[in-house]
């Protein structure tokens, strides 16, 4: 279980150290608009496939679904745009 841990640490800090040169080279090719758009598509993917095969999928409550939509858009999606929109 440690050495699982420390190789998940290890493959998040891989992945946010190359975010800025990933991003910069999408930038040339993509609008930030466009680029979040995609990026978030294959993270919502990703997300759909790991939270299936660890807990199923499950049907959250109105208030649940709400709350995840509020974060979604103001946590990640407003986050992600001004990033975007800065490194361009």
């Not at 496939?49 to 807990?55: A, G, H, K, N, S």
């Not at 407003?78 to 975007?84: C, E, K, M, N, P």
């Amino acid at each position: 279980a440690r050495t699982r841990a420390v190789l998940s640490l290890t493959l998040v800090a891989c992945i946010w150290g190359t975010n800025f040169t990933l991003m910069k080279d999408a930038l040339r090719d993509f609008s930030p608009t466009a680029l979040t758009a995609v990026r978030f598509g294959i993270a919502s993917l990703a997300f759909a496939v790991v939270l299936w095969r660890t807990e199923g999928f499950g049907h959250p409550d109105r208030a649940t679904w709400l709350r995840l939509i509020v974060l979604g858009l103001l946590g990640n999606t407003l986050y992600q745009l001004a990033y975007a929109q800065g490194l361009s």
